[in-house]
């Protein structure tokens, strides 16, 4: 009788309540399909296996690590969380934990506790240089250069050939107004690997903060060789052959950039430079009328004081006039401008009334370099201007 209680009892607990059995979990069954859709990104089926691997051994650190990275794939980065700080409450070296849970930290741009997470990595393990980039870039994000500085570098120390870190590295040393320094960083790099694109660019740029011309356009035809166009860099390559005074090369690289809708006033404003040094008068002035239009920028003044340049040597002097009266708008303090606009009006105007009035408000703003001679110029008009009163008089009588 006591035996059929005992049976009777057990068989109710393997019973649903819809009357069906409970069926046996084969753990290592769920695991290894766990595996399987891991590997194959499946990461929700890889979850719900992990799940069920879990609620049987609720003590095993593999099955809750699963489980967190399953929660991290997919975004869920409360449970991900939780999971991560169960595992280093029994485990307080688990580094797979603490570099995972940085990484939620850093998504969540929660930096300061992403940083706390690293830095228990190099309590772990300081010989580790991926632990000190972690910590270097952690730098970074919270405005803490010098900081960031001592990481790269012993980072670097540690690992010669981390081409991250060297390329960050080069880059900081470049924004801290460090060149030279940088450019030993990144050669050290191009020499484990010269194609690198990333560490050719960052070349250029400290080539072109250097103001080596000449190297900035090597660095960036080997970058360009390897079929690579970046915007940026076509404009860098362009405005170093500028410098170069090759107007042809300059001139490519910025019609380029033009031809695929991508110019800037400065892309045009360069161009009419390269023109006019190849004295094309017509195209440099159409080019500096293009930057003006796209001019949005304190240069505009300047646009329009170049522009004024050219049409006085292509002897325009109406619309150089216009333009030196535009130029004089947007650089009020450029009290030259007044000067070549009294020049101008000077020649073109026959009523010398309109060229003594820019000379005198050039004058009076006691600009040294033509003070004299405008001062002279003012009593010549003068002269011409009463002789010119005394004749009309004697006409009209």
């Avoid at 012993?154 to 470049?174: M, P, T």
């Avoid at 009266?325 to 009523?351: N, W």
Wanted: hydrophobic share 35%; charged share 25%.
């Amino acid at each position: 009788m006591k035996f059929s209680i005992v049976l009777a009892v057990i068989l109710s607990c393997c019973v649903f309540a819809n009357g069906q059995r409970t069926p046996s979990i084969d753990i290592d069954e769920q695991y290894k399909q766990g595996i399987t859709a891991l590997n194959n990104y499946q990461y929700q089926k890889a979850l719900d296996h992990f799940y069920e691997c879990h609620r049987v051994e609720t003590q095993n650190k593999d099955y809750l690590q699963k489980l967190a990275y399953c929660y991290l794939k997919l975004g869920d980065y409360s449970e991900a969380k939780l999971s991560y700080n169960a595992l280093l409450k029994n485990d307080s070296t688990n580094v797979n934990a603490w570099s995972n849970l940085g990484s939620i930290y850093e998504k969540e741009l929660n930096y300061p506790k992403a940083a706390e997470c690293y830095q228990e990595l190099l309590m772990i393990d300081s010989t580790n240089s991926y632990y000190f980039r972690q910590n270097a870039f952690m730098a970074l994000r919270m405005k803490n250069p010098l900081l960031a500085l001592a990481h790269f570098d012993r980072a670097l120390e540690l690992n010669e050939k981390d081409l991250v870190v060297i390329n960050e590295y080069s880059s900081l040393l470049l924004a801290i107004k460090q060149p030279e320094l940088a450019e030993k960083i990144v050669d050290k790099g191009l020499n484990f690997s010269p194609n690198n694109l990333k560490l050719l660019y960052t070349k250029a740029d400290i080539l072109h903060a250097k103001k080596n011309h000449k190297k900035v356009v090597s660095t960036l035809n080997h970058a360009m060789s390897k079929k690579d166009t970046v915007q940026y860099y076509q404009k860098m390559i362009g405005a170093a052959y500028l410098h170069l005074e090759n107007y042809d090369s300059c001139l490519y690289h910025l019609n380029q950039i033009v031809e695929r809708g991508q110019e800037s006033e400065l892309t045009y404003y360069q161009m009419a430079i390269a023109y006019r040094g190849k004295d094309d008068l017509e195209k440099s002035t159409e080019s500096y009328e293009a930057a003006i239009e796209k001019a949005i920028s304190e240069n505009t003044g300047l646009y329009y004081k170049n522009l004024a340049l050219v049409l006085d040597e292509r002897k325009r002097l109406k619309p150089a006039i216009a333009a030196w009266k535009k130029a004089i708008e947007y650089s009020p303090k450029e009290h030259i401008y007044l000067y070549y606009l009294a020049k101008d009006c000077d020649v073109y105007y026959k009523d010398k009334k309109i060229a003594r009035r820019y000379y005198r408000k050039y004058y009076d703003t006691k600009h040294p370099q033509y003070r004299t001679y405008v001062k002279e110029r003012i009593q010549y008009l003068n002269g011409i201007i009463h002789q010119r009163k005394v004749k009309a008089k004697t006409k009209s009588k």
